[in-house]
């Protein structure tokens, strides 16, 4: 990777110093990093899980030092900067970079460990025992296993982002375990949360607690007791994005739910999710999918005959 470089999932397939167990438009998962050392400074545009094998690494992540360890995990959301990488030289890594689209798909509801863990409590590093270590090291056998073996089975592609997110949901145990047991500290300290980080994280906490999730950024400010500025402005702060685009994706994220997982009606899907109608669910789809809600639920695009 070359310096100042924004990592991206492209950037990282067709780089000839990483070890590209899997990509796709929405997952690259890393086998090694051989020139890692030589990164300066890089933008990391997606979701990353980084896994110490072996040796130490350090760096800068957005100016925050951060140390990893043999058999420590790191957990680092999208959109940061990565400087000053020091690596011992018996340092190993597994990795996996993913986008927020398929991070929100895979973990749905429990997505809300995730943002705990990164966002609000800021924690980006969890220490595996070896028997949680050897899961990984299996886990990773069982993809190799399938990608080598797998290519002509029409649902390829599914099975292995089945084993992704078993990983991955593995992973969030460890990481609610260690919010737990964090949990002591936190209400023993009040300086622990900032009063933006509350009011932030009694976001997410009505984001991932209402049915329907569509609704202004005043009116969830409102629930909060705080301006709809103030709310902007402590989402950003405390994330990277604002609070529209918070609602978006999880709205977002409930109707690929919908539309892919379950077999609602299109009209049953826009009255849970309280569309006014499905022309306008059709709409919405539409512009933030590019598909309509039949197309998306199965997968093609339709072309028009004349």
């Known amino acids: 990777m070359k310096q100042h470089e924004e990592v991206t999932i492209q950037t990282l397939a067709n780089s ?32 990353t899980i980084v896994i110490c094998t072996y040796g130490k690494v350090q760096a800068q992540i957005n100016g925050v030092v951060m140390e990893l360890h043999k058999n420590q995990v790191a957990i680092i959301p999208q959109n940061v900067t990565v400087t000053d990488v020091m690596i011992s030289p018996d340092f190993n890594l597994k990795a996996m970079f993913l986008t ?7 973990l749905h509801e429990k997505m809300s460990i995730w943002n705990d863990m990164v966002y609000i409590h800021r924690h980006h590093v969890v220490t595996m025992d070896e028997d949680e270590m050897l ?25 292995i982002q089945s084993l992704l997110r078993s990983a991955i949901l593995g992973l969030c145990g460890a990481m609610k375990q260690k919010l737990l047991s964090d949990d002591v500290q936190f209400s023993t300290s ?3 949360l900032s009063t933006s980080n509350s009011h932030f994280q009694r976001f997410l906490d009505l984001l991932h607690s209402n049915d329907v999730k569509r609704h202004t950024v005043e009116a969830y400010a409102s629930e909060l007791c705080i301006s709809p500025k103030y709310l ?10 604002t ?3 918070w609602i978006t994706e999880h709205v977002l994220e409930d109707i690929r739910y919908y539309l892919r997982q379950t077999d609602y009606s299109i009209k049953q899907i826009c009255d849970i999710l309280a569309f006014p109608n499905p ?22 695009k339709m072309t028009k005959t004349r």
């Not at 990509?23 to 979701?47: C, G, L, P, R």
């Not at 990984?136 to 099975?159: C, Q, W």
């Not at 022309?279 to 997968?299: A, N, W």
């Open 16 to 47: 000839e110093d990483i070890q590209i167990g899997y990509s796709d438009e929405d997952i690259v998962v890393v086998d090694s990093i051989q020139q890692f050392a030589e990164v300066n400074t890089a933008h990391v545009a997606m979701n």
């Open 100 to 106: 927020n689209r398929i991070l929100q798909s895979f």
């Open 135 to 159: 899961f990984y090291t299996h886990f990773y056998e069982m993809l190799s296993l399938t990608i080598a073996r797998g290519k002509d089975n029409p649902l390829h592609i599914e099975v």
């Open 190 to 192: 009040d300086s622990q």
């Open 232 to 241: 902007t402005a402590v989402c950003k702060k405390s994330s990277g994005k």
């Open 243 to 245: 609070a529209n685009e």
């Open 279 to 300: 022309s306008f669910f059709g709409k919405y789809v539409k512009d933030h999918f590019g598909m309509t809600p039949i197309e998306f639920r199965t997968g093609h």
